[in-house]
């Protein structure tokens, strides 16, 4: 199994910036196959989802919401995922789980909380 660690979350302002990282552990194996690395989030009521992904050569998917605002990227040495929030805004508040897929499937972190105020 794959253990995330995931930090910086945190109460911002509307307009404001935040910069969650989330670092991978455990099984070398597992780590080793990892292809995809994102980030999702699930807000109060709402179903969890995905805000970006970036797989091992640096593609890179986004939201349609978060497109221009967010940029997501990988330390493939380092086996972590960051992604920088600017612009961000009230609808961005959720919390945000970091996800790495591999071929033995799926890991999740313990999420972390962003709140954006108005």
């Known amino acids: 199994q794959v253990r995330l660690v995931e930090s910086g979350g945190g109460l911002v302002q509307a307009g404001g910036s935040l910069r969650l990282s989330c670092a991978a552990s455990g099984s070398i194996f597992r780590i080793l196959s990892i292809n995809l690395m994102g980030w999702y989030r699930q807000a109060p009521g709402k179903q969890r989802e995905l805000v970006a992904s970036?797989?091992?050569?640096?593609?890179?998917n986004y939201a349609d919401s978060v497109k221009g605002r967010f940029t997501i990227s990988r330390d493939n040495v380092k086996n972590s995922v960051t992604l920088q929030m600017n612009s961000l805004k009230p609808e961005d508040t959720a919390v945000y789980y970091c996800?790495?897929?591999?071929?033995?499937?799926?890991?999740w972190g313990q999420g972390t909380q962003v709140t954006v105020s108005s």
């Open positions: 996800n790495v897929n591999s071929r033995f499937g799926n890991d």
């Open positions: 970036i797989t091992k050569s640096g593609s890179t």
